[in-house]
């Protein structure tokens, strides 16, 4: 069994407060400028983050090797001999810029991945870690706005002192320039002097091409409406796949009821993964670990007079494992099999396709438990069903059958969402630092739904690619959150404000674990002085029961305890049991989103 430990997630630099200040205070907007009329701006405001780029570092390698580390430490002087090393910067780095009509906000929290294109002699240390460096863009409390490190340890090498931002609108060309590299208290100490803490050893420039990840159209400084466009891939025209393998699910064509037990039916989703990437994916069937596996996962967006107040979960399965890939081209991709092995890998641009009656066929799944999410290890017996009795909806996708009554959810909206997770992503991410294809796995299809004890599906529109199903929540704000930086996943919560009666805000949050081995086990609000709450709720989706072999502690299954509430005068916090009290605890693990929230007499500030 895999040890889940377990994540306390305190959520204060994502979540909206809640205060005693008036509607109209300067302060009640935080995604817009606001005049001084207290009218919020109105605009466009765009989340981007790196398409692509290059940096450059002017090492003085000198002061590095304590050479001439005493002639002086503010600059490096233009006589002094520097040294090139030259990078390109990761696809898809999650270094986030935002711009409101087309001007430069700044950047936000974020990493840009390092590849080396020359070679230089280093510094041991620093050169151990050439292929893993990272510019981390730091929070506000920082003495320092950016700095250079080891994405895997996290050891600082370089702070950056006196950088500047540019950004053209035309090109979506963002800019870092004029950064001085400090060597960092670490890095000083590691060199054996660490009196060159803060020593000036070069200069950083970096120039990117951004992508957006989120549009939202503001009206006087509140979101009216908001669109979340796919990462960039290969189509049609395009030149090449991405660096390294990159699984991704490319449609989810269909969805059956494949059965039923007492007052829950068992679902299947149809899924066509395809490989994004320059490099194939092993399909190799259990008991060979090397595949991609995926959970399935059911969604429901309602409440409200237009549906859109609440984002659930009410619907997920055990994971299928692959195995034996066909080599089509579904994605449009381009698919190439020179150089792979068909059937046994998924070739690059090629696409494999499973039918939603064989997704919901349990003796193909296996429990969640056996799996890391983020790294893909497994066991070999991670599928092992002996001394199981199955029913109709075991393993599958377990839905309450009021959950989708059309009678009982009139004007509901139906999302299906499936992430292909693979070992080898992880591990050629490790020998190929910012080839880092981990977070692009999850794909969503909206879906209508119809029938009141026997359900038949529909899809509608196309499959939304490379984004998590929360990315559906219309109006809503999502963030991403990555709380171990190349150790672990991300997560994102995303929520929703709206004024149900006047008076009345209605708060709406949901979590969703998207690849984190780790679990959340508990979820913090700060409420402001004199915020009375009313109609505080939880909701999770409903839990396997325990079977034989499943991978749980004691085969027990993960328990569906609900969360417990706990309201003091400046914050409301649930917690689930701890890992110490129950290694089943309730905790929100991948591939899972629960919902919390409360109405309260004060709006968001």
Known sequence: MLKI?????????????????DEGS??????????????????????????????????????????SSTTGRSETTSSQKLSELHFAVAPNSFFPVLVFNNMLRGPKPGSMGLVPQNNVVLPPALSASLNRLAIEKIGPSDPFDMSVRDAMSGFVFFNIQGNHYDYDASSQSFGIHGGRLLISKEFATAL??????????????????????EITQLVNGKPNSMVLPPLSQRGPGAPTLVPGPDIIVGDLPDMVQVGNAGSQVGLGVATTSCNNGDQPVNFFALPNTDHPFFPQNFYRMSGGTDNTVRFEQIGQ???????????????????????????????????????????????????????????????????????????????????????????????????????????????????????????????????????TTNFTFSPVGQAVRMQPAIMAWTGATVNQVQPDPGNDGISFVGYKVTSPAPGVYHYEYAVYNYNLDRSIQSFSVPLGAGANLSNIG????????????????????????????????????????????????????????????????????
């Not at 450059?56 to 002061?63: A, I, P, S, V």
């Not at 803060?198 to 957006?212: C, H, Y």
């Not at 999850?442 to 739904?449: G, P």
């Open 5 to 21: 430990s377990i994540l306390t997630a305190f959520m204060l630099p994502l979540l909206l407060f809640i205060s005693s200040r």
């Open 26 to 67: 300067p302060n009640a907007s935080s995604a817009a400028n606001t005049s001084p009329s207290g009218q919020g701006q109105s605009g466009t405001l765009q989340k981007m983050i790196v398409a692509s780029g290059s940096a450059t570092m002017d090492l003085d390698l000198d002061r590095i090797n304590g050479i």
């Open 192 to 213: 054996g002097r660490r009196a060159d803490a803060g020593l000036v050893v070069g200069k950083i420039s970096v120039r990117t091409t951004m992508q957006p990840i």
């Open 317 to 451: 399965a055990w994971i299928k494992h692959t195995f034996g890939a066909d080599e089509g081209d579904d994605c449009n991709l381009g698919c190439n099999t020179s150089n792979c092995t068909q059937f046994s890998q998924l070739c690059p641009g090629c696409s494999d396709p499973y039918l939603a009656d064989e997704n919901g066929f349990y003796n193909l799944l296996g429990s969640r438990a056996w799996v890391n999410p983020f790294t893909g290890a497994m066991p070999s017996t991670a599928a092992n069903h002996n001394g199981h009795l199955h029913d109709g909806v075991s393993h599958r996708i377990r839905v309450n059958v009021d959950d989708l009554n059309t009678t009982l959810n009139t004007g509901a909206t139906y999302f299906a969402e499936a992430a292909y997770l693979d070992p080898l992503e992880y591990t050629w991410c490790q020998a190929h630092p910012g080839q880092c294809n981990m977070y692009n796995n999850a794909s969503y299809r909206k879906f209508l739904v119809s029938g």
């Open 538 to 605: 939880f909701h999770a989706p409903p839990q396997e029961p325990g079977w034989a072999n499943d991978g749980t502690f004691n085969n027990q299954g993960y328990s569906g305890m609900p969360w417990v509430v706990t309201q003091a005068s400046d914050s409301i916090t649930w917690n689930s049991e701890t890992f110490a009290q129950n290694q089943n605890a309730n905790a929100i693990r991948f591939g899972t989103l629960y919902n919390f929230r409360f109405d309260a007499d004060q709006p968001p500030q």
